[in-house]
């Protein structure tokens, strides 16, 4: 990024020179193909009919007016006014050689020198929510793209310099765990030997008789009153409560396994029955400047909050706060435990977007809390659908479980390694592996909010856009560097010097760049579709460059020199997305 300053500057120079009043800002950005150079703008156009002249004419003037540098090789004017910079093979040989290094006695290849790279505005303090799973329901595939996308998010805010803490909020209350705590003690179960499996099938069960039974409506309603007093300090040792004490902690050690085993970990957990209690003294205060009390032809009161396009119910007729209190309440916590960060964002699906609408909309009229909310952005997700030839079922609802499209995943790989000269140890541990980095991947190059189309055997193919196929160009390009010819070279690298510039070069050194994109879109699928380009380049560059020769030693090094800097960008590109690579497949 240093270098797209340093051009800014140069025109801005030029233009000051050929006294030309100008203000405001102009575009400076990568053409779409390389052939048409590095970075090119549109200055001359912007400013053309101000200075009385020709666009060419006057991309023409101030092309050479440029005094070259070391920097760039060459400007060109292109189409009716464009210029565009050509950076010099020098620029991208300073380049790699900062991010590709080799030292130490077994020649290993060293992390890229991160400080080469420009930071965004370091020490602000970033909120995180993501992941917060509803408890006593099955991890589905829709927690998954949420934490695919929150984590991703996390470890990019975390490498631009920001102090982040990532926190999850878990449903531990409400209708649907009186559901499955009243089916698991209709069905008998024992406590002490509780399953997940045996909580998952409750739920399904509890949910089916609540619709069409209302003596167990009228069971599970009371249910859940017992277990919102239960949480509220009242003791209670009947069976249903220990139903739920025993599947509370069953789900909370399921969902900190399984993000585990995605590369996740949180700061903090806040709970809804902590959020519920907060939020609805809150709505309850703010009555009637902000909430309306209203009564229903039953004698009970609702309170509901009119929206500029919607009206919604934030306590409900038995007293219980809604989803939308418990996030009113969840922010009055945030503010609380983290009054000094500067943002705080919610990663969340795409069909939440209304009701975080009507969250700060709410939020906002309220004076303890408003000034949170204006931190506060909601970044939505889309869904994920799954197509093609491999059928993947759903035991629960309408969305598969997420160790359930792991495990498919996992199917079809082995299936295409059983040629391959592995134990069935390093099988089953590349196999799993490739099959999470497969579906992040999958989630991760969609634009988020955008819907995801997911097809095991197009995702998994490693000719495809797809994980294997870059993981497979990371470990093709770190098997370089196991041949003794590689070794032998880099023992005599000392005073190699060679000049060349190619697409390799070029997009490896384009990491930075990409890297703020997603943050600023705040969207990891920028950085997803550079990884499978810069895998393309690479395999390019790999068939058509003699990477090892030894008649040309002074290429040799440069090569392994843009070879190593594919490896560090590469690594750290999978890095930020939360994908862990392997050795060899």
């Not at 004490?245 to 069953?250: F, P, V, Y």
């Not at 069935?424 to 991947?441: C, G, H, M």
């Not at 634009?447 to 797809?466: A, H, L, M, R, Y």
């Amino acid at each position: 990024m240093e270098i797209k300053n340093e051009i800014e500057r140069m025109l801005k120079n030029t233009l000051e020179k050929m006294e030309v009043d100008f203000q405001g800002s102009f575009n400076l950005e990568h053409p779409q193909y390389l052939k048409n150079g590095d970075w090119t703008t549109n200055i001359a156009l912007r400013l053309a009919g101000k200075a009385g002249k020709n666009p060419r004419e006057f991309a023409e003037q101030i092309r050479a007016q440029i005094e070259p540098n070391k920097n760039i090789e060459k400007i060109e004017v292109a189409g009716p006014g464009y210029l565009n910079f050509y950076l010099s093979p020098l620029f991208y040989y300073e380049c790699i050689s900062k991010i590709g290094r080799f030292a130490g006695t077994d020649n290993e290849i060293y992390p890229i020198k991160y400080k080469n790279f420009e930071k965004k505005e370091k020490n602000q303090k970033i909120l995180l929510e993501h992941s917060s799973p509803n408890l006593f329901k099955p991890f589905h595939i829709g927690h998954m793209v949420n934490n695919a996308i929150g984590e991703s998010l996390g470890r990019i805010f975390k490498f631009l310099g920001y102090e982040l803490r990532q926190i999850s909020f878990p449903s531990d209350v409400g209708p649907g765990i009186a559901k499955t705590v009243w089916a698991l003690k209709e069905q008998k179960k024992n406590i002490e030997t509780l399953t997940l499996q045996e909580i998952a099938d409750a739920y399904v069960k509890g949910v089916a008789e609540y619709k069409e039974n209302e003596e167990v409506k009228k069971e599970i309603d009371q249910i859940n009153i017992d277990i919102y007093n239960y949480l509220y300090g009242e003791k209670n040792e009947s069976e249903e409560i220990k139903y739920y004490q025993k599947g509370r902690d069953l789900s909370l050690e399921h969902f900190k396994e399984i993000t585990q085993k995605l590369g996740s970990h949180f700061d903090e957990m806040i709970f809804e029955s902590q959020a519920e209690v907060l939020g609805k003294e809150i709505v309850r205060k703010n009555i009637p400047e902000v909430f309306k009390e209203v009564e229903n032809e039953d004698g009970s009161k609702t309170v509901i909050f009119e929206g500029k396009n919607y009206t919604n119910v934030f306590i409900n007729s038995q007293g219980f706060g809604t989803y939308l209190t418990k996030d009113i309440g969840l922010l009055k916590i945030k503010k609380e435990r983290y009054s000094e960060v500067e943002k705080s964002f919610v990663v969340t699906d795409v069909e939440q977007k209304q009701h975080f609408e009507m969250v700060k909309e709410a939020g906002e009229k309220i004076a303890e809390i408003s000034d949170f909310v204006q931190k506060s952005e909601y970044l939505q997700h889309g869904r994920m659908n799954f197509s093609g030839k491999v059928k993947i079922s759903s035991r629960y609802g309408n969305v598969p479980l997420a160790l359930d499209v792991i495990s498919k995943v996992q199917e079809n790989l082995l299936e295409k390694m059983v040629e391959r000269d592995f134990t069935e140890e390093e099988k089953k541990l590349i196999s799993e592996r490739i099959a999470i980095a497969t579906l992040k991947y999958s989630i991760l190059k969609v634009t988020s909010g955008k819907n995801i189309s997911f097809d095991v055997e197009k995702d998994t193919d490693p000719q495809g856009n797809s994980a294997p196929y870059i993981i497979y160009a990371l470990v093709r390009a770190k098997s370089i560097f196991n041949q003794d010819l590689a070794k032998q070279f880099l023992n005599e690298m000392n005073n190699r010097f060679y000049l060349e510039k190619n697409n390799l070069m070029i997009k490896v050194c384009r990491f930075s760049k990409k890297v703020q994109e997603s943050f600023e879109l705040k969207s990891p699928h920028v950085l997803a579709n550079y990884a499978y380009d810069l895998a393309q380049e690479f395999n390019k560059f790999y068939a058509e460059t003699k990477i090892l020769d030894e008649k040309e030693k002074n290429k040799t090094f440069l090569y392994l020199q843009i070879t190593s800097s594919f490896i560090n960008v590469m690594e750290k590109s999978l890095e930020l997305l939360g994908i862990k690579p392997v050795e060899k497949m």
